[in-house]
């Protein structure tokens, strides 16, 4: 009995620490993607530390709230930041188990990602701004492209782990069956790595550096925000991009069988890596025009579905 | 050495959905020649024992496949100055759902067929779906010469099929394929040359017209 319970107690430990390593680290990852674009551009860029200094000196702002904005506008930061959270909640971040797992919790993490963009899409049309309201639009547009193709990468996972949680999906269960499903992960790490760069805003789906409202599609929605609002909102940002590369070290790089320590270690060595493959792909590639975009979304989906049919044969 | 066999054909799978998402000629071809690549190491890989046979068979491909028929096509582009499909008869992201359909049907329809190949689980089905994408690329294209690289796709297919019977396959039925398809990629290129200096276009659609 007591040895069941010190298990659990150290496993849930081991998934509060990751926890931490992700909150923690969250910031450091479009950091790293922006100073690998600077090197492979030829400048010195900002330190990877920028965004840290950044929220700590909007935290102790104030805001400026538009006349025309309401209450909602007021809670979308807060709503944004609470979702993304509880969605960090359920990915395994230690490579082992989820802090909160249930089966059917792979909905529940799209649903959050959902949640939190609806409020960031009516904060932006609260303030009545049409050049918001665009970027709303384009950002719901290739939203709901995205959502498709993360449920096929999550049903290719759950056959192919036989688990319905996102605990079993990207944990020990999956590389039990590592020989059977290995062209499978492959697919689907591609998939993923495609679907992040489309739904955390980065190039060549939308460019975090551009400074014209017309072509922007996140920057714009945050244009009104400021203070600690923006601060949240830009953390939020960050959580997310983190979270996908999250799914993707678990995807790539086996840790159910590691201490707790050298899991943490690798979630700290893998955020660092995908942000610089992300600030690879963003000093070697343009932006797309925007109707290509749902090509490149698509073929993102693809890749899964090719994996999830590699597995029905 | 089944994986590797496995991930080849995986690239080559790879290579059709290459061709059908992108829009740039260029990249086409490039996409058609590293399938061609592939192809040529495929029986080396399979067969393992490096007869005269499956070496001058690799050979020939790789020349033909990856090496002469792209640069010919890449001369081609050149002359006609084309750079992208503009205006394909179906768009690329439903291209992409009709190819993704079409790995469906041959993973299902290879589980029926009575061929059975004991080298690779992965060939027929590749096979089948090289075979159905090379037709898509043919029908919903509009430029010649992208009609010319789903010809291209369409004949890789059905050499990846013939890979299954490898061993029994005279070296001079495979010999006479691969000048067939030479020559006919040729007549090709040089048909869609004229096809532009007689419309300034390589669009197939302004075929449609009789002219005197």
Redesign the interface.
């Known amino acids: 009995m007591t040895a069941s319970l010190s298990a659990t107690v150290q496993s849930l430990l081991s998934a509060l620490g990751a926890l931490g390593v992700l909150f923690v680290f969250a910031p450091l990852v479009p950091g790293v993607a922006r100073k690998t674009r600077a090197i492979l551009t030829g400048r010195r860029g900002p330190p990877v530390w920028q965004l840290y200094a950044d929220l700590w000196k909007l935290a102790r702002k104030g805001a400026v709230y538009s006349v025309t904005t309401t209450w909602i506008f007021r809670l979308t930061p807060l709503v944004t930041l609470a979702a993304t959270l509880l969605a960090s909640a359920v990915i395994p971040l230690d490579g082992k188990r989820a802090l909160l797992s249930f089966s059917g919790d792979a909905v529940a993490f799209a649903g959050f990602l959902a949640l939190a963009r609806y409020f960031m899409v009516l904060g932006a049309m609260d303030t009545g701004s049409s050049f918001e309201g665009m970027g709303a639009s384009r950002d719901v547009t290739f939203a709901s492209l995205v959502e498709p193709g993360l449920f096929v990468a999550f049903v290719a996972l759950s056959v192919a782990s036989g688990g319905l949680s996102l605990s079993n999906m990207l944990g020990a269960d999956l590389w039990l069956r590592w020989s059977v499903v290995a062209?499978t992960i492959v697919l689907l790490a591609g998939s993923v790595f495609l679907l992040m760069l489309a739904e955390c805003a980065r190039v060549p789906v939308d460019d975090p550096t551009t400074h014209l409202e017309l072509t922007m599609i996140h920057e714009v929605m945050v244009l009104d925000s400021s203070g600690p609002d923006l601060a949240l909102l830009l953390y939020s940002q960050a959580l997310k991009l983190s979270l996908f590369a999250a799914i993707l070290i678990d995807l790539v790089l086996p840790r159910s069988s590691l201490p707790a320590w050298g899991a943490m270690a690798l979630l700290g060595a893998g955020l660092t890596a995908v942000g610089v493959a992300v600030g690879i792909v963003e000093s070697t590639m343009a932006r797309l025009r925007l109707p290509k975009v749902?090509?490149f979304i698509?073929?993102g989906a693809?890749l899964g579905?090719?994996g999830l049919?590699l597995l029905?044969? | 050495m089944g994986s590797l066999t496995?991930?080849l054909l995986?690239l080559i799978?790879?290579s059709d959905?290459a061709v059908l998402?992108t829009s740039r000629l260029s990249s086409c071809i490039r996409a058609v020649a590293l399938q061609g690549l592939l192809l040529g190491l495929l029986p080396l890989v399979i067969d393992e024992s490096l007869t005269p046979h499956a070496v001058g068979l690799a050979a020939g491909t790789v020349a033909v496949k990856a090496i002469v028929l792209p640069s010919f096509l890449r001369w081609a582009i050149r002359e006609a100055a084309v750079r992208r499909e503009v205006e394909p008869l179906v768009g690329?992201?439903a291209s992409?759902?009709l190819?993704?359909g079409a790995?469906?049907v041959a993973?299902a329809v290879?589980?029926v067929l009575p061929v059975r190949s004991s080298e690779a689980?992965l060939l027929i089905?590749a096979a089948l779906v090289t075979v159905m994408i090379g037709l898509i690329v043919l029908v919903t294209r509009a430029k010649a010469l992208l009609q010319v690289v789903g010809y291209l796709m369409l004949e890789n297919g059905i050499y990846l099929f013939g890979l299954t019977q490898a061993r029994r396959v005279p070296f001079l039925v495979e010999a006479g394929v691969l000048l067939d398809v030479f020559v006919g990629v040729f007549i090709m290129g040089i048909v869609v040359f004229h096809i532009n200096r007689e419309f300034d276009s390589i669009s197939a659609d302004r075929l449609t017209e009789l002219r005197e």
């Open positions: 062209p749902p090509l698509a073929s693809a579905l090719f049919i029905m044969r | 496995e991930f995986f799978v790879l959905f998402g690329y992201t992409l759902a190819g993704v790995l469906a993973f290879a589980n689980e089905p």
